[in-house]
């Protein structure tokens, strides 16, 4: 059966540390993942898209890597915050190209202490 | 933030009881969705719609029917409400094109 897995339920790292939250999946075949950050109570926010034929994706502090042949996305926080204590959840587009809808893993809750 | 609107953002309310929870979107996206969230595990799809006039099962089956009579508007209804319903339901939308989605702050609800 088709499954993402992130693989800790929670990360907890010190300030300005390097945070590295993985998003493994089988039975797929995306074109594309994305990873959001959800916080406490509120609906998950979009943070970035990365396609099957790129291979790394920057945004400020974030960087998203997609090994299509480990079936693996690492999502990385550079310099991390308190402010980036967040669950994080990674999510494949099932089907249908841009027409697909999307699966959601269980998220991995980041907590970085100062 | 995007323009993505959910109210109530809390219901309390008694086994039976019918109740609508509504979504709003003024971005003119076509694609919407209704997910499912219980503390600590995944999303689930319940609902999605295309555009006016079209509902679609997701993944997780659900008790509840939605309406999609305006572009911007997405309503979703438990007839009877039970304890089992009791969740977060979060509503997203999606523009054109893309499968990036922008969700609302969700209704938080409890049936007791």
């Known amino acids: 059966s088709q499954k993402i897995e992130q693989n800790s339920e929670a990360l907890n790292i010190q300030e300005g540390k390097t945070a590295t939250l993985t998003c493994n999946y089988t039975n797929y075949s995306p074109a594309y993942l994305q990873w959001y950050r959800q916080d406490p109570g509120r609906g998950p926010v979009f943070l970035l898209l990365?396609?099957?034929?790129?291979k790394e994706k920057r945004k400020e502090r974030l960087k998203v890597t997609f090994d299509t042949t480990l079936k693996q996305s690492l999502f990385h926080i550079t310099a991390s915050q308190p402010a980036d204590s967040a669950t994080y959840l990674c999510a494949l587009v099932h089907g249908g190209g841009s027409q697909g809808n999307l699966i959601f893993g269980k998220g991995t809750k980041l907590s970085v202490k100062p | 933030e995007a323009d993505i609107y959910q109210t109530p953002r809390y219901l309390v309310i008694g086994t039976g009881k019918k109740i609508t929870l509504e979504c709003s979107q003024t971005?003119?996206?076509?694609?919407m969705y209704w997910y499912q969230q219980d503390p600590g595990m995944e999303l689930h799809l319940i609902h999605y719609s295309y555009g006016v006039n079209s509902t679609e099962k997701g993944d997780l089956s659900s008790e509840s029917t939605v309406s999609r009579i305006r572009t911007e508007h997405f309503p979703l209804t438990l007839e009877s409400a039970r304890p089992s319903h009791t969740s977060q339901y979060l509503c997203a939308s999606t523009p054109e094109g893309t499968t990036t989605q922008y969700f609302g702050p969700g209704t938080r609800l409890t049936v007791l």
């Open positions: 971005m003119g996206h076509d694609k």
């Open positions: 990365i396609r099957e034929n790129e």
